[in-house]
């Protein structure tokens, strides 16, 4: 967070809005980049409460199987969450 003497009000930079300041540069203004953003997550946010999109499921391994998830991580096989159960 930055403070400017002229404004004295606290300007925050966060990931979002450096991304949106570099679409500005490729010709997408930053205010339609968050407006766009925002269009997504509510239409995902539909998604989610209609129950068409639901929270990811890992992949179980049991703990034995570690060697075999270290490959397949290295290997660029795998897809979303691994998880080694006890």
């Known amino acids: ?6 404004t004295s009000r606290p300007r925050f930079r966060s990931s979002v ?5 570099g679409s500005h540069r490729r010709g997408l203004g930053w205010r339609a980049s968050i407006a766009a953003f ?3 997550m509510g239409e995902m946010s539909g998604l ?3 129950g068409v999109l639901g929270p990811g ?4 391994y049991g703990l034995a199987g570690g060697p075999e998830v270290l ?9 979303g969450k691994l998880a080694l159960l006890p």
Do not use: D, F, I, N
């Open 1 to 6: 967070m930055t403070v400017t003497a002229r």
């Open 48 to 50: 989610l409460a209609a």
């Open 38 to 40: 925002g269009e997504v």
């Open 17 to 21: 809005a450096s991304a949106a300041a």
């Open 71 to 79: 490959a397949e991580l290295e290997a660029r096989a795998t897809v």
């Open 57 to 60: 499921r890992p992949t179980r």
